[in-house]
């Protein structure tokens, strides 16, 4: 049996689980998400638990069970806590700011990098050098984390640029001088 999908996710008060069909749905607190589970999968809620079964032990159905286990768990995580990831830039004139719902980068450009809100993230900037990107969906977070990093991948030589906050980058030795 898989070992993530086998453990049970309790489910807090305060949210609420609903089943109708393939589709899982979670209400709490910070938002609503839902998601539709893979007809193989089946899902129970047994009081304040929720687990998700396979039929049997192929291979496929091995892999689900655990895949299926951890994005309703994500999802239960989402709605009461939320998620989070920090960005640091580094490099001399490197900086970010807010405007509205606009995310406003001096990057080593010759102009200024904009990303706007998508809606279920919000974007905090807590100083210049500093961003940090909230919302109640994983993947979501992740991906706008990663296309804000885009904007400027940390370089190995000097560092400069975006890089997560517990990332940490390997420099590499310039060329040497001529002797």
């Known amino acids: 049996m898989s070992r993530i999908g086998r453990h049970p996710i309790s489910i807090p008060s305060g949210v609420e689980v ?15 998400l839902e998601m539709n589970v893979h007809p193989a999968m089946k899902v129970e809620i047994e009081g304040n638990t929720l687990r998700v079964i396979r039929p049997d032990d192929e291979k496929e ?30 490099g001399v004139g490197y900086r ?21 809100e998508v809606p279920g993230i919000t974007i905090d900037v807590p100083a210049p050098d500093r ?17 804000v990093r885009e904007k400027r991948p940390p370089e190995p030589y000097h560092g400069k640029g975006i890089k997560y906050a ?14």
């Not at 895949?67 to 580094?90: A, C, D, P, W, Y």
């Not at 970010?96 to 706007?116: E, W």
Request: charged fraction near 25%.
């Open 18 to 32: 609903r089943l109708d069909g393939q589709r899982v749905s979670v209400k709490g607190p910070k938002g609503q």
């Open 61 to 90: 159905n091995r892999s689900l069970h655990g895949l299926t286990r951890s994005l309703i768990n994500n999802m239960v995580l989402g709605v009461t806590k939320g998620f989070s990831k920090e960005l640091q830039i580094n």
């Open 96 to 116: 970010a700011q807010k405007q509205g719902k606009q995310l406003i980068m001096n990057l080593g450009y010759s102009h200024q990098v904009t990303v706007d």
């Open 131 to 147: 961003i940090i990107i909230n919302g109640i969906d994983k993947q979501q977070v992740g991906q706008f984390a990663a296309i």
């Open 166 to 179: 517990n990332e940490t980058i390997r420099h590499k030795e310039g060329k040497t001088g001529k002797k």
